[in-house]
């Protein structure tokens, strides 16, 4: 049985202890959080997509405050790291280095400097430190680079993904706004899309960007042309300033020789295949959600199963890396290359 953990118990860890609660195998045996109201406050954490208020059983877990005594009382074989961004860091290296594996909440951290430094404690601990990038396992994405990958439509010429909601304001501190702790919309959110495009089609050469401020002067919507060699035509999108009643937009459409993949959360059906030739049609996934897939496929590693490479520390990385060439583009007003 996998004794695992969660630090930082707000809409994410609520969300990794429903998760967890379907691996089989493993146990949530203590969670910890800076709030000692916690237990009291988890009815009111909400977020973009899904139930954070599933009924946590409160009897059967360790409530901590502090993380440190987690560590040392608990011997842990994995936890969720759900913290504010600014946190993942110093806290990953501080579990890893205590012997346990990370399941680690995207992004990885505000900058590529302190991946860097989460990667050589990875290294150095021989842990498993994995970020949390579930849109690589969403159903319908996962499936999108399935059709891609199999060359059955062709090759892609055009892709456009975007993720668009109201400003993030469920957390307690309202940490999701300033920028120097979540990295703002481009890190927070619209990495999604970001790490996705990189998975689809590699790391691009160049991005150029355009952003729009909002009242606080932080960027509060981006757009991004990602340049590759091969002439497709590659764009991502991602705002937190559209108003609460537009809900909340997750889609993409990608445009194949011979066949255009369209996906968007707000439809029914969600998920299409328009062929060139034919109806289009709504093909078989997975009957689950990103955020369990991605933390089942966790779990197998860590108890040691061979799993299929989905993410990797360097991509990770490497997205927090795109998204810091993308904030010098929109800032600059020019095509930055990615070195
Ligand atoms: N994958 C996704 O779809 C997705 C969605 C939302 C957020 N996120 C990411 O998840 C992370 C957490 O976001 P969230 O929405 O859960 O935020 P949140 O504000 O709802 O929760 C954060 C929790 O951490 C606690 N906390 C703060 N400092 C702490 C400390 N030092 N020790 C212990 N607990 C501490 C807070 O009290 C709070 O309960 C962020 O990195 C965010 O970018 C991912």
Known sequence: MLKVGIV?????????YKCWKKVEGAEVAAICDVNPNIEEDTKRAVGNIGDGQEEVDFSSLNVYTDFDKMLSDEKL?????TLPTYLHPDNAIKALSAGVNVMCEKPMALNSRECARMIAETERSGKILQIGHCVRFWPEYAKAKEIIDSGEYGKVIAGTFQRLGAPPTWSIDNWFLDEQRSGGVALDLHIH????????????????S??????????????????YDNYTAITAEGGWGMTPSFGFEMSFNIVLEKATLVYDLTRTPMFRICPAEGEAFTPEVEKSDGWLLQIAHFARAVSGAKVEEI???AQSMNSVKIIEAEKESASKGMKVVIK
Request: net charge negative; charged share 10%; proline share 4%.
């Open 311 to 313: 993410t990797t520390l």
């Open 77 to 81: 074989d994995a936890v969720s790291i």
């Open 210 to 227: 355009v952003g729009a401020k909002g009242p606080g002067g932080g960027l509060i919507h981006i757009s991004t042309q990602y340049l």
């Open 8 to 16: 930082g118990f707000g809409f994410m860890g609520q969300t990794h």
């Open 193 to 208: 899309d970001t790490d996705y495009v990189q998975y689809l089609f590699g790391m691009p050469k160049a991005v150029c």
